[in-house]
């Protein structure tokens, strides 16, 4: 197992990239989607949180779609730091915002989404994470509710009293000028549909461009948020995804504090299903105490979870890929996301070292 770190956009300098090295990690997942452009609620240096119904930020711009030319450079110059390019972290909604909304730019974004993936191997980039969902991860409230007073955030009941208005999807704005109205609730039926059609359109492509992708679980895990269904919000439906289309490229960005939060099934067989199937792409880790609609995020060392069974279940079926902190509480310092961060690095640095130690005897 591999130790790794998230980065948003604008993280991705020299700075960030020797905080990295000096926490022990060889590898980093990079976000290229500005969640925070824009936004009026979320502090750059903790995870995009929005309100409970405020969106993260105004996603890009749809023609400006990333370069080989950066992505390879991008690798490059965290090479160049000692540290590996392991997966670019999800889609601007800004390009396939209407592959999601089964909208009249469908067929023209779903091009764009297979140049990024030829790009992306083309760059040697081996994983795209993307989590297929219409109100994306919102819904939770933000307090001084965690462990010594730390901010944290988690839900504090069902999100379904707002509707997604019009020029919003995956809590992010793609349309500034939309019409007044909201988005039209879809069955689940439909939503299903919407991503089968996708995966059988990409995971070939991914396959041609040996580029891995990785999906992640509804976050928070609700059947529905905001009047919309969501896909995998139990540990079992993760199966009906990778069952839609079979492929080694078909694969998961596995969140533990995700598949915590879920009501049914079991957080140590859900990893251990998965990733005896070895398809577990990379892991999230992150700890919780409850379940939707009523939870929080905790440290790493506390919760609900125990992280050391985790790490060992996936040692124990060979899982070999990047595991990264997923958010932190904030810790009170001047550099909140930097400390919650480390914290959470040096937990898990331990564990893998204890694991070394039992392995060679
Ligand atoms: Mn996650």
Redesign the pocket.
Known sequence: MKLGLGLYRHMLTQEYYDFARQAGCTDVVVHLTDYFREGATNARNNQPTGGKYDAWGVAGDPDALWTFAEMKALRRELEDSGLRLAAIENLDPAYWHDVLLDGPLRTVQIEKVKTIVRRMGEAEIPVLGYNFSLAG?CGRVTGRSGRGGAVTLGMDGPADEVPIPNGMVWNMIYDQNALPGTMPTVSHAQLWDRLERFLAEIVPVAEQAGVQLAA??D?PPMPTMRQQPRLVYQPEMYQRLLDAVPSRNNAL?M????LAEMTGGDVYDAVDTYSRQGKVSYI?L?NVTGKVPQYQETFIDEGDVDMVKILDILAKNGFDGVVIP??TPQMSCSAPWHAGMAHTLGFIAAVLACQRRDTTG
């Open positions: 991860v992640h679980p976050d960005e969140c533990v504090g995700t999230h992150r997923d958010h």
